[in-house]
């Protein structure tokens, strides 16, 4: 494929980020042997990258080591890296986050003739997400408002940023000088996203990102209508313990840790991730259903539920009790 891909890490030893990256690099590679990639890190990062965490330099054409303010904790760090990234690169490029796995030939993308091109957030535009899930909505509405001072326009995508097709154009690069400085303008209010700053520099560089097929940027969490047809499967780490997948859970990468390498069961895991889906496994389509998981009390009950915590065993044992006893109010 001509487009060249782009990953950019920022990681230290006690976090899973270099063990997302790998799995994800490994499984481009395995679907895309002429694949160019460059990885794109801070020195900090760079300096880490030796022994156990060097693996992912066989499937690197090139580290590009930045040196980057040492004001930004690391979160910072990796925004600051992705919203200049056109400037440290050269050639088409397509961006793919960390939190992916790559399952087929990426050779089509080479197809694309928009300057930016980028998947939308839950695969839809905002006024369906507003029908659909109002709470989310309302969050990004305030989340631009308060930033920026802008309204959202319903009828505008408010784009995934977890993969990016750029070509390397005088349009790409001032796009994404613009996300750069609206994201820098959002980090001093306190929010380090960087998707209400690209929703941002989108709108003042007249709309100028358009759709990607839907297939490179599967977004698990949201739904499940691209999963089949999937080039790249984005599962969200920081949201994964919602579904059942075993390659989305940090404890699968914190095995990776351990062994210090790919082993023949992660490889066959990433080589065969469609065929990964647990039983039981229940779709749930119910709106309300939907909902209750997205909130902030349905993550936090997922999560407590998932390490089997005594929050968790604390409000599950006064739900039975309550229970209990209107039964025998009943009687």
């Known amino acids: 494929m001509k487009t060249h891909i782009a990953y950019v890490l920022v990681s230290g030893p006690e976090d899973i ?55 930004l904790n690391r979160k910072e760090t990796s925004r600051y890296l992705k919203t200049n990234l056109r400037h440290y ?52 509405s305030n989340k631009v408002n308060v930033l920026f001072g802008r309204h959202l326009v319903d009828t505008d995508y408010y784009f995934n940023s977890g ?22 303008l959002s980090r001093e209010k306190g929010c380090v996203l960087d998707q209400p700053s690209f929703y941002m520099a989108n709108r003042e560089n007249s709309l100028v990102v358009e759709r990607l097929d839907d297939i490179f940027n599967a977004q698990i969490c949201y739904t499940y ?24 859970h940090h404890d699968f990468y914190r095995n990776i840790k351990k062994e210090g390498q790919l082993n023949k069961e992660a490889k066959q895991t990433a080589i065969q991730c469609k065929r990964e889906i647990p039983i039981p496994a229940i779709l749930i389509t119910n709106k309300k259903q939907i909902n ?40």
């Open 225 to 248: 209508k691209y999963f089949h047809e999937a080039r790249i499967i984005h599962y969200f780490s920081s949201i994964a313990v919602l579904n059942g997948l075993s390659f989305t």
């Open 89 to 140: 690169l050269t050639g088409d490029i397509l961006f793919i986050d960390c939190d992916t796995i790559i399952c087929g030939d990426l050779s089509s993308v080479d197809e694309t003739t928009s300057d930016i091109a980028a998947v939308p957030n839950e695969h839809i535009n905002l006024s369906e997400l507003r029908d659909i899930n109002q709470e989310a909505y309302n969050d990004i």
């Open 292 to 331: 209750f998981l997205f909130s902030d009390l349905g993550l936090f009950l997922m999560n407590e539920y998932d390490k089997k915590s005594i929050i968790y065993r604390l409000i599950n044992s006064f739900y039975r009790l309550s229970k209990r006893i209107k039964s025998i109010c009943r009687r």
């Open 17 to 71: 980020y270099y063990e997302q990256a790998l799995l994800s690099a490994y499984s481009l590679m395995y679907h895309n042997k002429d694949a160019c990639i460059y990885l794109v890190v801070d020195k900090e990062t760079a300096s880490t990258l030796t022994g156990s965490r060097s693996e992912i330099s066989q499937y690197v054409k090139e580290m590009v080591v930045v040196d980057t303010p040492s004001t």
């Open 163 to 184: 993969v990016l097709y750029v070509k390397d154009t005088p349009q790409a690069k001032r796009f994404f000088d613009t996300w750069h400085h609206y994201w820098m």
